[in-house]
């Protein structure tokens, strides 16, 4: 099941604007993590952020984590129109049977970044 | 580093007939893999969680033996869709998982997308 929620679902902004997509979840988590999707690719892994962490920045990229409010957000700051993709959050919750984390996916946000 | 392929990027085939696509992780080995499927616009749904050497774990609702999964080596996982259907048409992708310490962070490959006719 889709644990996380993104908002907006779609984001059209102007190059050089900065972009900020927000992602909400519902149970608790090991960490949270960011990647991108180009249209009809796999994803790319952006930034993590720990349970513990409330603020992480990565190049243009700033991320934050309020774990009292189950929310995140990720921040591009000057985007560039090859920014244009498909956001996602993933929360990671971690199987016991397996050993492994298992990422659990919002519905991302799709942002176009126009020229 | 940390590479995973994926082949094929896509396929079309008959109804009635079975694909098989695979994952491997060209740069290191991947103790876990996993695979997704996803329809367009959607987010990723995850099938199943395969680990090397011994069966893979399915999601609730999937169907395990449509859905074959064989990891047979630390570098290769295999999606087999058995007898597929045009309903089976989707975007499927992998992803692998590095080791122990980083097992936070999940490697994906370029996906495949199916079509059934």
């Known amino acids: 099941s889709q644990q996380g929620e993104e908002d907006p679902q779609a984001l059209s902004i102007q190059e050089g604007e900065n972009a900020t997509m927000n992602c909400s979840y519902k149970t608790s988590i090991n960490n949270l993590q960011w990647y991108r999707q180009n249209s009809g690719r796999g994803l790319v892994h952006l930034i993590l952020i720990r349970s513990n962490e409330r603020e992480k920045h990565s190049g243009r990229l700033r991320v934050t984590l309020d774990t009292s409010k189950k929310s995140s957000s990720l921040l591009i700051t000057a985007s560039r129109a090859a920014d244009t993709a498909s956001y996602f959050c993933a929360t990671v919750t971690f199987s016991l049977i397996q050993g492994a984390q298992k990422l659990v996916f919002g519905q991302g946000t799709r942002l176009t970044i126009n020229p | 580093g940390a590479v995973v392929s994926q082949h094929p990027s896509w396929v079309i085939c008959k109804s009635g007939t079975s694909v098989k696509i695979e994952c491997r992780s060209l740069d290191f080995q991947a103790t876990t893999m996993f695979w997704y499927r996803q329809f367009p616009k959607q987010s990723l749904m995850l099938m199943a969680t395969s680990n090397e050497g011994s069966k893979a774990t399915y999601e609730q609702g999937v169907e395990k033996d449509k859905f074959l999964i064989n990891h047979a080596s630390l570098t290769l996982s295999t999606l087999t869709v058995t007898s597929a259907h045009p309903e089976d048409s989707s975007f499927y992708i992998c992803?692998?998982?590095?080791?122990?310490?980083?097992?936070?962070?999940?490697?994906f490959g370029a996906g495949t997308r199916l079509s059934v006719l």
């Open positions: 992803s692998a998982t590095r080791d122990i310490l980083a097992k936070n962070i999940q490697y």
